[in-house]
């Protein structure tokens, strides 16, 4: 038996202590495969992982796994998000045994996006089950190499089991109990909403680590830098469970014309500076959207290049 | 309680359009609670539907009468008497007592005048809300008498998610989080601790694993 529980590079690089960077990428809304290798482009050899999305907010686009498979292709680490709004018990199982069989071996668990803020409002949605009880099926198939029927997999599929957590979002008090409960429920590693509320976070981290929380799972902080100020009014404003404090919307205007994207970033650099001395943070996830050739220069900037080989 | 709304008029109109006798046909129960079947409305819809037709010169015989529950067949029968007045009935029962219509009277063709919504209450004069969708295995205990299968947009056994603002649901501001709900009324009872144990996925079996569902309960049956 292997030391690691799926031996993903990602699990290789927290488990030695390094400071762990993942990085994303949506996948295109069409067969566009050579838009998907530009963007993966970008991020080879800065980060740690990718994570593919999975028709994020609910907008309809090439399918995670099939974009993962993509990535391994092209020498890069998928990490594979899986959300419930799309697929009933029976679908859930066989991607994962699926994904596991074309060597993908990180896996986000999440509920999804409602779809009536997709494209396709009038669809149903499934969830058959919800993000908790998906990073327990993970964990039950990988660690008892059972179906959630109860009945044997003949050979198990090995994931390193990923969860979201947003520590911003209401009731703030039963934000850190929720993370407890995914953890209890099998997550290896967890990458949170993208923070801009530092103060928030810190307290929310605070308790994390007053849990023990941080000595249980990885804890990755989100961090996605922002390109304008109407992109951070629109976070502010229309994003669900996002916090924006008006302090930073006014940094960014007041770094005047031409001159907002730089500040975003220095923001975004200063952020990731602290959660690498922030006890019990494990890495960073940076969630560069549509920005994918801009991540080359933050993970620069930061300081967190080249990335460890373990 | 079942609750409903009318179907458009113009939608009724063409769906009895080849019909001369008509029996527009009430239910005193649920849809009368909701004021979209009841007494009152059936003879509204008669009325508007005879204007309609005399306005177009349409020939056509509309006659409206209100049973206490189409839903159950010991109401429906006495409907036998006046059945061959008529060679269609619209009905202004929910789909389940436009059906137990449609099955004591196989040869009459029976159309629906509702348009069948869900299982809720009744929260303020003209203001209805979706409670409990019937799921077979009642968990409101462990979850404060709020549920969270019928009132959280993803049917999270094991929320919040992170989407809710100000107590209100992301997917619709009008409605209250059901986990917030939940998590305050727990609270309220120093039963939160309810909510430690990760609830595993849920057992549909019992609302939809064999297709509609019947009770038989032997004790009841003469």
């Known amino acids: 038996m292997s030391e690691y ?4 590079n990602l699990e ?5 202590g390094h400071f762990a960077f993942t990085g994303e990428c949506g996948p295109p809304q069409g067969a566009n495969i050579e838009l998907l290798k530009e963007k993966a482009g970008h991020l080879k050899g800065c980060v740690d992982a990718v994570n593919v999305t999975d028709n994020q907010t609910a907008v309809v686009r090439m399918s995670s796994w099939a974009a993962s498979l ?5 020498g890069l680490e998928p990490n594979f998000q899986m959300v419930c709004r799309d697929r009933n018990r029976l679908a859930i199982q066989s991607d994962i045994l699926g994904v596991y069989t074309h060597g993908i071996r990180n896996m986000l668990c999440l509920s999804g996006d409602h779809q009536k803020f997709g494209d396709h409002p009038e669809s149903k949605n499934v969830f058959d089950i919800d993000s908790m009880q998906l990073i327990n099926t993970v964990k039950t198939m990988r660690d008892d190499g059972k179906f959630l029927n109860g009945k044997d997999i003949d050979v198990p599929p090995r994931l390193f089991i990923g969860a979201a957590s947003n520590p911003f979002a209401e ?20 990458q949170t909403q993208c923070i801009y509320n530092m103060d928030r976070f810190r307290e929310f981290m605070k308790r994390a680590v007053d ?9 990755l902080a989100g961090v996605t830098p922002m390109k304008s100020v109407g992109m951070a009014r629109y976070m502010a404003k229309q994003v669900p469970g996002m916090e924006v404090p008006e302090s930073l919307i006014k940094r960014l205007k007041g770094a005047g014309k031409g001159k907002v994207a730089e500040e975003g970033i220095k923001f975004a650099i200063e952020q990731i500076h602290e959660f ?31 990335r460890p080989q373990v | 309680m079942i609750t409903a709304e009318q179907k458009p008029i113009d939608e009724i109109r063409n769906m009895i359009a080849p019909y001369k006798r008509i029996l527009a046909l009430g239910c005193g129960s649920c849809v009368a609670e909701c004021a979209a079947g009841g007494e009152k409305e059936t003879a509204m819809l008669a009325s508007a539907l005879r204007m309609a037709a005399k306005i177009n010169g349409e020939e056509v015989i509309i006659e409206e009468k209100t049973i206490d529950r189409q839903c159950v067949n010991e109401f429906v029968i006495p409907l036998d008497d006046i059945m061959e007045k008529y060679d269609a009935v619209l009905s202004l029962g929910c789909g389940a007592g436009v059906q137990a219509v449609a099955d004591m009277f196989p040869e009459v063709p029976v159309i629906p005048a509702l348009n069948t919504e869900f299982m809720g209450e009744t929260k ?10 019937g799921c077979g295995d009642c968990m409101l205990y462990y979850f404060g008498g709020v549920c969270p299968l019928t009132r959280c947009a993803k049917h999270l056994l094991n929320g919040p998610c992170g989407g809710s603002m100000d107590g209100r649901c992301e997917v619709d501001p009008d409605v209250p989080c ?5 998590i305050d009324r727990l609270s309220r009872f120093g039963a939160l601790d309810r909510l430690e144990k990760i609830y595993p996925p849920k057992d549909w079996s019992k609302k939809e694993g064999c297709g509609p569902r019947k009770i038989v309960r032997e004790d009841q049956q003469k």
């Open chain 1, 12 to 16: 290789k690089v927290l488990k030695a």
């Open chain 2, 124 to 133: 303020d004069q003209g203001y209805w809300v979706e409670s409990c969708i």
């Open chain 2, 178 to 182: 059901a986990w917030q709900l939940i």
């Open chain 1, 276 to 306: 690498e001395e922030m006890e019990g943070v494990a890495g960073v996830h940076l969630m560069a959207i549509e920005w994918e050739h801009r991540v080359p220069e933050i993970a620069e900037r930061a300081g967190v290049l080249p």
């Open chain 1, 171 to 190: 009731p703030f008090d039963f934000r850190v109990y929720r993370l407890a409960k995914k953890i209890e429920a099998g997550a290896d590693f967890v």
């Open chain 1, 70 to 74: 993509v990535l391994l292709q092209e």
């Open chain 1, 211 to 219: 849990m023990g929380l941080h000595e249980k799972c990885y804890l």
């Open chain 1, 5 to 8: 529980k799926a031996g993903s």
